[in-house]
């Protein structure tokens, strides 16, 4: 059963009238300028290009640490020291432009079919955890990379600007606004997904980690414990997957808070829920 802090959510589930767009054309994307990351490495599917940026590994407190709260919910608690590996994750979330050319198809609402002229380089969204996988497998098969979702701890760690954090309440900030598409109402003109990139970013020099869409992370969800972890990977029993982030459609900023944790099952499809790659 769901929590009632995502029945909103749900509720964007009367809007989704749409979930097989064939945007075929080729795609060329043109991005945002993006800060440079050393030792970023480039990658390219056909004309669409995406980075992945180096996380080095190291120790943080995860969950509802002090500047999270007292906006943190109760499956934030008990904050708890974690240790992750290096890794490397997306840029930026995972476009409809990169989407289409895996996939040869876009399953987004804001796309080309629906007016929107930069469709390419918004995030793809409406799709499953499940979809991801699918993708991730013919991403892997194209690249020859190990590519796949990032831990719910690698996703926070990253979130938080690694071992360069300033322990802001989002990524890269403590204004919501000034990192985040969030609390967009429909009627409005920035009703909707935007362009990746278009915020500022983090101390790591991600983007679009609090708000525009929600990602799905690998783990199953579960209960945080209060012991200490090296690499944790989730619940080891359960059905409904993590997602984390926020998005460009919720009522409050505090679901865009790096802390803040949300899941569902895993065939879950949302106009506002998306993923980022991980490596």
């Not at 899941?263 to 506002?272: A, E, G, I």
Request: aromatic residues 10%; negative net charge.
């Amino acid at each position: 059963m769901m929590k009632k802090e995502t029945i909103a959510a749900v509720a964007l589930l009367a809007l989704c009238i749409s979930c097989g767009h064939r945007d075929t054309a080729p795609v060329a994307e043109v991005a945002a300028p993006m800060v440079s990351v050393a030792g970023a490495r480039e990658f390219a599917v056909g004309q669409v290009r995406f980075t992945m940026v180096p996380v080095e590994g190291g120790t943080f407190m995860m969950g509802a640490t002090a500047e999270q709260q007292p906006l943190a919910l109760e499956r934030e608690y008990p904050p708890h020291r974690v240790t992750v590996s290096d890794y490397w994750l997306g840029q930026t979330p995972v476009t409809q432009g990169l989407w289409l050319a895996v996939m040869g198809h876009n399953p987004s609402e804001f796309s080309r079919e629906k007016g929107h002229g930069d469709w390419a380089t918004r995030p793809v969204e409406m799709v499953s955890y499940n979809d991801c996988l699918v993708f991730i497998a013919r991403l892997d098969s194209i690249t020859g990379e190990p590519f796949r979702l990032p831990t719910e701890a690698e996703w926070e760690y990253a979130a938080r600007g690694g071992n360069r954090s300033m322990h802001y309440r989002f990524a890269g900030g403590n204004d919501a606004d000034s990192v985040a598409w969030q609390s967009l109402k429909k009627g409005t003109p920035a009703f909707g997904t935007h362009p990746v990139g278009t915020k500022a970013p983090n101390e790591l020099g991600l983007y679009d980690m609090s708000g525009n869409v929600w990602e799905w992370c690998s783990d199953l969800y579960g209960p945080y414990s209060a012991a200490d972890a090296v690499n944790p990977t989730g619940a080891a029993t359960g059905t409904d997957r993590v997602y984390r982030g926020g998005c460009w459609s919720d009522w409050h900023e505090n679901n865009s808070r790096v802390s803040c944790r949300h899941f569902n099952r895993p065939d879950t499809m949302y106009l506002c829920l998306g993923l980022r790659l991980a490596l």
